[in-house]
């Protein structure tokens, strides 16, 4: 019978010199697999006579299991080291700062808008949406503008070009006011609401933009006078710029749907290039804003709107939202509120837990 001690030894140290799973698996196949020597070694067996297989037999047997375990404690040696070297690579040290996630602020306009909401839902109104893509009954003929009225001029409307026959013109609503008439029809009276949103007129300088947003007022009931008008704006204003000396004018004025108007002005003073509002409008230092229009619901808009009027009387208002953000938020220039520059959102905008109540405060600070 060969000594197999040599190839043994040889096989032990290349054993324990294996750099990797692999290594170690080739020398696992040179050794005990089926073409491997210890296998080879198993097969002479055979050929041998009863006594000395007797002696070869468990000679080969321990010189496999020695092999074999030399391997198996390899192995464990070797996968421990590659998962050591991975749980290194892969540290996360729990106690560094979050990285820096870039982060979305809510817009001005949004932000003055929840803020509208609060407040006069305080005032017991409700929030009144409409479409922006309008038909000309909706924005002027039910508003008492019909096709002649010059007033229809001053509106500079974006009419769209081919709009179906019987549907009336189409265009981009030029101001909130067709929601009272919507509101009306599907309601009737008595009604209390407000209509915040998007309106449309080819218009542009640093107080203009042809997009720009408004807030509708309505209300419709018995025994509705100007005084609730003006009860209600102040109370509004006070509440929204958060001081009691705001001072309001109103002055006459006309729009078609309204008799009689008034536009709404309010007391203002500059202090560096920001305007800032309290105090009355004639005061040393002082000047007017004009912040919508407003007055009581012509006869004739009631009757369209299918609200008998000798039973119904109503006041309505519109103003211009991003006016009122630029006075209470002190921007200078409209039309950065549609640039989408981040560092003016960034600087301007609020934060998404910022919500607007009337506990905490509605002006929320940015
Ligand atoms: C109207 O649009 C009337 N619908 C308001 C109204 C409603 C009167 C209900 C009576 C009853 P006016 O065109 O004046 O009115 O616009 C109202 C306000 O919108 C203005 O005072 C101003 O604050 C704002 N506004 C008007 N045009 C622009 C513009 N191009 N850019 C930004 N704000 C504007």
Redesign the pocket.
Known sequence: MTDLTPQKDAALAAIADAASLEALDEQRVAALGKKGWVSLALKTLGGMSPDERQVAAPAIQAVRAEIADAIDAKKAALEAAELEAQLASETLDLTLPAPATPQGSVHPVSQVMDELAEIFADLGFSVATGPEIEDDWHNFTA?NMDESHPARA???TFYFPDAAPDSGKMLLR????PV?IRSMKEQGAPIRLIAPGR?Y?S??DA????M???V???VVDRDIHLGHLKWTLETFFKAFFEREDITLRLRP?Y?P??EP????DVGYSNEGNRRVVGGHGDAEGHDWM??????M?NRRVLEMAGVDPDEYQG??????????AMLKYGMND?RAFFDGDPRWLSHYGFAAVDQPTLSAGVGAAS
Do not use: K, N, W, Y
């Not at 107080?207 to 042809?210: A, D, E, Y």
């Not at 004009?290 to 007055?295: A, Q």
């Open positions: 508003l001053m509106h500079d030029t101001h909130t006011s009272q309106v007129r218009d542009s107080t203009h933009t042809p720009f947003h408004q509708e007022g309505l004025s729009f749907f309204t108007s008034v536009e709404v004009e912040l919508g229009g407003s007055g619901v006041f309505a208002f519109g103003l211009g939202i991003d006016r009122i409209l």
